[in-house]
């Protein structure tokens, strides 16, 4: 894959500075012993707040030209990295909170003949579900009332499975809505998919303060392209 990069274009005018550094007074000053944790824990917390509200603020046309061209740029890495999606196993993710929607795309492929799959919190701290998605499924509202396939849909393992990034950070780590779901399926599958962060370009941060139960991911996605890819995957 070409054209990738860790360095970040000017902030767009619709989002603040990924970085809080003077706000937050961690990033710079590493949290120390024994208090690390819990530090890094109320720092985390506070930049999702901050992060979901700069999301959230954003227009509906910006909302749609990031998703329309982070679609385009996950439809590339699919054919460079895959040959395509047709007969692979994807797991989406149904857009909540102004996250990127790929709705469309997730139509598109499956009209290509990809298996598209939505993840499902069944069982609390424990390993996400993933079941199958079509056009025609009729979605019920499962954990957090997120739209989701119904407890008979067929269970899939994906090959390749889109996380939503809140905030994302060089090395391929991802910041998340803290319940840890992500984390603990990348841990426990096997064999592992191939993860991709979704998210934008304005909601990268220098650090998430790297803890030992966060999973860096195989590559990562903006509106601007590949930020991120796991060397040798």
């Known amino acids: 894959m070409s054209g990738k990069s860790d360095t970040p274009p000017e902030q767009k005018g619709y989002a603040s500075s990924p970085c809080m550094a003077a706000e937050t007074g961690l990033y710079g000053s590493q949290p120390s012993a024994p208090q690390e944790?819990?530090?890094?824990?109320?720092?985390?917390?506070?930049?999702?707040?901050?992060?979901?509200?700069?999301?959230?603020?954003?227009?509906?046309?910006?909302?749609?030209?990031?998703?329309?061209?982070?679609?385009?740029?996950?439809?590339?890495?699919?054919r460079t990295r895959f040959g395509g999606a047709g007969g692979r196993v994807i797991s989406f993710y149904w857009p909540i909170k102004g996250e990127p929607d790929l709705r469309p795309l997730m139509a598109e492929l499956h009209a290509e003949g990809a298996a598209i799959a939505l993840p499902i919190v069944e069982t609390k701290a424990a390993p996400l579900v993933f079941r199958l998605w079509t056009p025609e499924t009729q979605l019920v509202r499962g954990d957090w009332n997120i739209p989701a396939p119904p407890p008979g849909s067929p269970m899939l393992s994906p090959e390749i499975t889109l996380a939503p990034l809140v905030g994302w950070a060089s090395g391929g780590?991802?910041?998340?809505?803290?319940?840890?779901?992500?984390?603990?399926?990348?841990?426990?599958?096997?064999?592992?998919?191939?993860?991709?962060?979704?998210?934008?370009?304005?909601?990268?941060?220098?650090?998430?303060?790297?803890?030992?139960?966060?999973?860096?991911?195989?590559?990562?996605?903006t509106e601007a392209g590949e930020r991120f890819a796991k060397p040798g995957s």
């Open 173 to 221: 780590f991802r910041l998340g809505y803290g319940g840890g779901y992500f984390d603990r399926t990348l841990a426990a599958v096997s064999p592992r998919p191939f993860t991709i962060g979704i998210g934008l370009d304005s909601a990268r941060l220098p650090t998430i303060f790297p803890q030992p139960h966060d999973i860096p991911l195989d590559s990562i996605l």
């Open 37 to 78: 944790g819990a530090e890094v824990a109320r720092w985390r917390k506070s930049e999702r707040s901050r992060l979901r509200a700069d999301r959230l603020a954003m227009t509906v046309a910006a909302r749609q030209a990031a998703g329309a061209a982070l679609s385009g740029h996950l439809r590339q890495l699919l």
